[in-house]
């Protein structure tokens, strides 16, 4: 491991069952995949974390790139720009970074969608920022790497800037969404092309990073186990804790693993899986996980905790995966008290962000249940509930 500070089985694959319920029209499909291909990726995005060397993935700031920061989030001030004006096209006259830094980002965009799929920029000043500048920095930011690029909701409210901190909600009610709470976060894949995460402050204790090459764990779980590697292509039923689309059912199904144009594609959260086993029965349409099943995902767990690669985010470290090939968790954090720099508690910036160039990956017809469209070209992703019109709130209750 690398570390930086800073289903049942089926006769068929045509076999189909379909799960019954009442909530909705929207009906989840269980099927069972093909299986698994003896192949081996060698795809830039397939890694282990003993060959993710800084120089792979850092991204310093220089003191040049920092003074063009200061001046594009000065000059976004001083224009009352709100961060929803602020989009691929008019940072270039709201949000100007200047050609250095904004041919940075543009790199780093490329390295996200058809490199390793990870990055982690580092000295954006945010000692010295006030959480709305830092936030006009993490925005203008993501925009600026061009080729093709949207924020999307992220949550039931239409928050387009999550704020990633423990609100007192509780890890043990399967309805919570884990991120609200100081638990430990299990491997998950967000419901968005990129995720970007600026630390604003770190916690006393805990609250250290992982992300993984999912391609590279689903590769070492075939090598291990052939059948648990089937298992995974099989779909698994998510909760949808509550945020449920116009017409959707309360709960949806998706394999954690699907091959599409030669890229192993994943979508995974144990937390969302077993909430749904939790409030849910069999009545209602969501299956009890088997043996075989519960199996493959213990092992695909495990697999991405040899794999990973360990961070702990520093203030004014941006952190940006690309979901469909990498997985990321948290461990569990204790928050301290006021700190010199005036924040109270580890709190971290959260992007959603769709990729809607020529360039972006293929996604298999199942993410429709939690992407709401596949298409590329599409701004896709995100949770877009009834009534919810998407906004970026500047605090955590916004």
């Known amino acids: ?3 930086h500070s800073m289903a049942r089985p089926c006769s068929s694959s045509r076999w189909i069952r379909r799960c019954t319920h009442t909530h909705a029209r929207s009906t989840p499909v269980v099927r069972c995949r093909a299986a698994a291909k003896q192949v081996e990726n060698t795809h830039p995005w397939s890694w282990r974390g003993s060959e993710m ?5 850092v991204h310093e700031l220089t003191p040049e790139d920092v003074r063009a920061l200061d001046g594009a989030v000065r ?28 041919m940075k980002m543009t790199r780093i965009r490329e390295d996200l969608v058809n490199g390793t799929g990870i990055a982690l920029v580092r000295n954006i000043p945010v000692d010295r920022y006030s959480d709305a500048d830092a ?10 790497m061009g080729g093709g690029i949207s924020a999307v909701p992220q949550n039931s409210k239409g928050h387009l800037l999550g704020h ?20 430990a976060q299990p491997w998950h894949t967000d419901s968005a092309d990129i995720v970007g995460l600026l630390c604003l402050q770190q916690a006393v204790e805990g609250g250290h990073s992982g992300v993984v090459s999912s391609t590279a764990v689903f590769d070492e779980v075939r090598r291990r186990d052939e ?7 099989e779909f698994y039923l998510w909760d949808r804790k509550g945020e449920v689309p116009d017409g959707m059912a309360p709960f949806f199904g998706v394999p954690v693993f699907t091959e599409i144009n030669g890229r192993m594609v994943s979508m995974h959260d144990r937390s969302f899986i077993d909430a749904a086993q939790r409030r849910f029965t069999t009545e209602d349409g969501v299956p009890r996980l088997t043996d075989r099943q519960i199996a493959a995902l213990d092992l695909a767990d495990a697999v ?8 702990t985010l520093a203030p004014g470290d941006l952190q940006l995966i690309h979901s469909h090939c990498t997985w990321h968790m948290r461990t569990e954090y204790v928050d301290g008290e006021r700190r010199t720099s005036g924040r109270r508690r580890r709190h971290l910036l959260r992007l959603w962000l769709a990729t809607t160039g020529d360039d972006a990956w293929s996604l298999p017809d199942a993410f429709v249940e939690r992407y709401g469209d596949v298409d590329v ?3 896709r992703g995100g949770i877009r509930c009834p009534g919810a019109t998407p906004y970026a709130p500047l605090t955590p209750h916004g």
């Open 1 to 3: 491991m690398a570390q």
């Open 53 to 57: 060397h800084a120089e792979r993935y």
């Open 75 to 102: 000059h976004a001030r001083m224009a009352d720009a709100k961060l929803v004006d602020i989009d691929e096209t008019s940072c270039v006259s709201l949000f100007p970074l200047g050609d250095e830094l904004s």
């Open 135 to 144: 936030a006009l920095a993490a925005w203008g930011l993501a925009m600026s």
């Open 164 to 183: 990633v901190r423990d609100l007192g909600t509780d890890p043990n009610d399967p309805a919570t969404r884990i991120y609200t709470t100081s638990a």
């Open 227 to 233: 059948d648990a590697a089937n298992a995974l292509l």
């Open 304 to 311: 991405a905790d040899e794999l990973q690669v360990k961070m």
């Open 377 to 379: 070209g599409k701004v």
